[in-house]
């Protein structure tokens, strides 16, 4: 992606890289370091709560103190509220004026002025039907919100290298399963509303946002006795569309898993509820062991920083 590409134009050798999001309770950060070989190993990941928004700054200039994070490249992943993304058809233009067609298809299709909002967009794959035509996924972002984001991590002292999407984080951790080559579905549910992802060799398939979060799904009561039951179904049928669709638009037959994100608390309840209604398997991925890792994380950090582990990521996808 070419996001804001004009303020990280180059490289520098860095001990690693520190990911980190902006959530209205509190901050999710993740540090990966180089090893020998220039792979990256996890050594350390945490959600610090913080109850007003206006004490992130400090919390942020001392986690990043105490961690020496200025050391660190700095990856920032914007969270699913902070943009809006659009599926357009890519614009008969010439490559130097495409963000300025993308203005004016995407125009009525966001709820704020696409001329204060930053632009970028990422080649979406070609069906396998003849009338398949070349589509962009094209993400846009409040330019204000965006420079309140930069302004803090530089504040901290953090080298801003990245800005990075909720969707292409979460595919670095895909990327990471066994099923990686076969095609992999994968649900990150969060309190009210969930993303369902499937890729194939690092490529996006399906993006989907749903508002059914782990809150509606009282995931306290077992599945056979939860009165809940309408909003399990509604999410699976959302999931069983996505995988039906990927399966007649782009020709990939028979995605062999749906990976889950584990919660906090009553992953066990999910899962049996996803498998009491698709037909593939479905398991939880516990990410302490999925990537290279010096720390165990328990579900409730997993669950609020699956993100900014998979931005941790990236410079190793890119080089595959």
Known sequence: MQLLKKFFRKKIICKGIVSLSFLQNGIAV??????????????HCEFIDIEKPEDQQNTLNELANQHNLAEYDCHLVLTTDNYRRVNVETPAVADNEIIEAL????NELIDFPVDKAIIDYYQAPMGVRSNSRKMLEVIASPIDLIKKQIEKCTKAGLRLKVIDIQETALRNLAVHTPENERGIALLYLQEFSGSLLIQKNTTI???????????????????????????????????????????????ILHIPALVVIPLADNTHNLLDSLGSNLGIAVRAIDLSSLIDCDILMDGRTQSLCAPVIGATLRYAIEAT
């Open 30 to 43: 993740a540090v990966s370091e180089f090893t020998k070989n220039n792979a990256l190993t996890l050594v």
């Open 103 to 106: 203005r004016w298809k995407i």
């Open 205 to 251: 398939y399906v993006s989907r946002q749903f508002e059914i979060g782990y809150k509606k799904l009282s995931l306290a009561e077992p599945f056979s006795n939860n009165p809940s039951a309408n909003a399990h179904n509604t999410l699976a049928l959302e999931i069983q569309r996505s995988l039906d669709y990927v399966e007649s638009y782009y020709g």
